[in-house]
């Protein structure tokens, strides 16, 4: 076999073949919204000194190369591209972000106001660039020019091109494509992270975020970490595996659908309804389950506490929240102690 195209095939991730040489696919947008007002790249939001740079500016801080393997989400790669720019961590530094500053949300100058976002942590752990230049020539205005983001070890979709604002925030806000498309919001290119519903095509996804009617869908290992799906309707949804971790579900309908080891950690699950529901080895720890209907869902192996790595994470119940008495016959005994107490204390119903 052909030593490179080994040497090449242990670098390339699961799922993605080489682009061809000298080829750089163009992907998304081509143009950005208007190039004859000056480029000014503003870093601003939770941080104590905001500032603008043109690019001039942008030039005279430490200029570092990198080479990257650009992995896109639509299954080519490029390996060992050279990219020339400043390290995002010069930026941060000088705009010192406060302690609650989490997240980055990137915008573009772009017809669409087009976007991703990071944790701020991981941007700088992966080396975040901000770029003007590529393989030794400035960077084509359809590849991003004047500025483009290059993330290091991420699908290329959080590569924004025409980078016009660092935004510094405490809650995530999720770029355009992970927020229109379903893609996935970590994109791992070696975990293959690349849609939230592995299973279902673009088109599928786009339509089921935009409806947000999932009834009777097949979601399987959904990703849907700290999303905003307040009103969905996912009755008799297949939902096992999902991660709703942190969703607002508030209003949500589960009637009947399979939630089997769904991750519901600190949901937001005020006046959802989880009728005839199949809960089984689901966590619950720290969800709102105010106003919640539980009734006839099976609990076996669910948890409603757990020991988070902030302290103890314990459901929120009272008098409005419906479930069954039976329910902790279902349960460890330690999830059974929890779940009688709220049942003893004078706001929840008497067990039977
Ligand atoms: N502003 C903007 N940035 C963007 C996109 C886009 O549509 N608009 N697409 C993303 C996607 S999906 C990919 S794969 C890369 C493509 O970059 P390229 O066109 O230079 O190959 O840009 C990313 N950044
Ligand atoms: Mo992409």
């Given at each position: 076999m052909d030593p490179c195209v080994d040497s090449h095939s242990a670098r390339l991730p699961p799922g993605q073949q080489l682009a061809a040489a000298h080829k750089w696919p163009v992907v998304g947008e081509r143009l950005p919204l208007d190039?004859?007002?000056?480029?000014?790249?503003?870093?601003?939001?939770?941080?104590?000194?905001?500032?603008?740079?043109?690019?001039?500016?942008?030039k005279r801080l430490e200029v570092v190369e990198r080479i990257v393997d650009i992995h896109c989400v639509t299954r080519w790669s490029k390996l060992d591209?050279?990219?020339?720019?400043?390290?995002?961590?010069e930026l941060v530094s000088l705009v010192e972000p406060l302690p609650e500053a989490r997240f980055v949300s990137l915008v573009s100058r772009s017809p669409r106001a087009h976007s991703t976002s990071l944790p701020l942590a991981l941007a700088l752990e992966l080396e975040?660039?901000?770029?003007?230049?590529?393989?030794?020539?400035?960077?084509?205005?359809?590849?991003?020019?004047?500025?483009?983001?290059?993330?290091?070890?991420?699908?290329?979709?959080?590569?924004?091109?025409?980078?016009?604002?660092?935004?510094?925030?405490a809650q995530d806000r999720l770029g355009y494509w992970e927020a229109t498309a379903g893609y996935h919001n970590e994109a791992d290119p070696w975990r293959e992270q690349r849609y939230m519903a592995p299973r279902l095509s673009r088109q599928e996804m786009a339509k089921i975020l935009a409806t947000r009617d999932w009834s009777g869908a097949d979601l399987l290992g959904l990703d849907a970490h700290a999303r905003n799906l307040s009103g969905l309707d996912a009755t008799r949804a297949l939902l096992r595996d999902v991660d709703f971790r942190e969703c607002n579900l508030r209003g949500a309908r589960f009637d009947h659908a399979n939630l089997s080891n769904a991750r519901l950690q600190q949901a937001d699950l005020r006046d959802a309804s989880f009728v005839g529901a199949d809960l089984e080895g689901a966590n619950l720890a720290g969800a709102d389950l105010r106003g919640a209907n539980l009734s006839g869902a099976s609990f076996f192996g669910a948890s409603f506490q757990d020991q988070g790595s902030s302290g103890a994470l314990e459901a929120v119940l009272d008098k409005t929240t419906q479930i069954d008495a039976s329910v902790s016959e279902a349960l460890t005994p330690e999830q059974a102690a929890f779940v009688r107490r709220w049942f003893e204390s004078s706001a929840g119903p008497q067990p039977s």
């Open positions: 190039m004859t007002i000056p480029w000014l790249l503003s870093a601003h939001g939770l941080v104590q000194r905001p500032r603008q740079w043109s690019v001039e500016e942008l591209m050279p990219f020339q720019g400043i390290r995002l961590a975040t660039l901000v770029c003007w230049q590529a393989l030794g020539e400035p960077l084509a205005i359809e590849h991003g020019g004047p500025l483009r983001i290059v993330v290091p070890g991420r699908y290329f979709y959080k590569s924004l091109k025409w980078v016009e604002q660092i935004e510094f925030l």
